[in-house]
């Protein structure tokens, strides 16, 4: 089982990036995906989740709005969509999975603890 992210860079504020997660060695059908994020010296923070089974999904109030959390379960591969980004975006994002089994939906941001599968992580950069 793999995730890898790809998309990252640097960006100026208000600009826009798209984050990529392509998923291996398993199939999207039923599970959460979420993104996540860790500046240096603070806590990893949840910033978006997705229902695979119906789409349904959440974000973290300091990006609801700007970002949107997509997937193409054909591809097994889910998007991170960031607009409008801000200094304070900057930060290595991660994406992971989470294995419900059942179809349901997303109604908060699970704890990282309770993901199954992490990617590598992708840097993105805000800054003038």
């Known amino acids: 089982v793999q995730l890898v992210e790809s998309g990252g860079g640097l960006v100026r504020p208000g600009g826009s990036l798209r984050l990529s997660c392509a998923a291996s060695g398993f199939t999207f059908g039923v599970y959460a995906i979420g993104w996540f994020r860790q500046a240096p010296g603070k806590e990893r923070e949840g910033v978006a989740c997705?229902?695979?089974?119906?789409?349904?999904?959440y974000y973290a109030s300091s990006v609801r709005g700007r970002f949107t959390i997509s997937s193409d379960n054909a591809k097994n591969t889910a998007y991170l969509q960031m607009n409008d980004l801000k200094p304070e975006d900057t930060a290595v994002y991660y994406c992971a999975a989470l294995e419900i089994g059942l179809p349901f939906t997303i109604a908060t941001i699970p704890l990282p603890d309770e993901f199954d599968y992490w990617g590598q992580g992708t840097q993105v950069t805000v800054s003038s």
């Open positions: 997705l229902s695979t089974s119906n789409g349904s999904s």
